[in-house]
């Protein structure tokens, strides 16, 4: 019963587009940022990003409060990612997927970091699960979105 009353408080947007620096939009433009998001992506290759959820798994099932850390290192990790997103030179054409993206980053870590919360309050770690769905749900849409203009 409790579970069917909980309600997910959606979280606040941080990033805006007069944070970014903005180019014309080129086949340079676009490259450079192809190419800049891939540098990015590829910097954060060993920091556990997607395996949040196998972490959360193990710390529920054990009772494991150091699995549930290793989750709230990958939030740490989504929600850098985010902010060093928000410093790649973005085409006028790309701002509101870009920004979307890295909203949805930070979004998503902070969901999980919630979630990593669960044993110690289950509360809160109960209602993150609406919001890390989502969010990491919304963040699969914005690369696809991204590749489809990059391609």
């Known amino acids: 019963a409790l579970g069917k009353n909980i309600e997910a408080s959606p979280l606040a947007d941080i990033y805006t587009s007069n944070m970014?620096?903005?180019?014309e939009d080129s086949l340079i433009a676009n490259t450079a940022y192809g190419e800049a998001l891939g540098d990015l992506i590829n910097n954060y290759m060993d920091a556990?990003?997607?395996s949040?959820?196998?972490f959360i798994i193990q710390g529920l099932n054990n009772k494991d409060p150091s699995a549930l850390y290793a989750a709230s290192t990958v939030a740490d990790a989504y929600i850098s990612f985010g902010k060093d997103l928000m410093k790649i030179p973005v085409p006028k054409s790309i701002i509101p997927i870009h920004?979307?993206?890295a909203n949805n980053y930070e979004k998503?870590?902070?969901?999980v970091k919630d979630l990593s919360k669960m044993l110690s309050d289950p509360l809160i770690g109960m209602k993150s699960v609406i919001n890390?769905?989502?969010?990491?749900d919304a963040l699969a849409l914005d690369f696809e979105k991204l590749l489809e203009i990059l391609q």
């Open 132 to 136: 890390y769905k989502n969010y990491s």
């Open 52 to 54: 949040e959820l196998t």
């Open 99 to 101: 920004i979307d993206m």
């Open 48 to 50: 556990d990003i997607g």
């Open 20 to 23: 970014l620096t903005i180019k």
């Open 108 to 111: 998503t870590g902070q969901s």
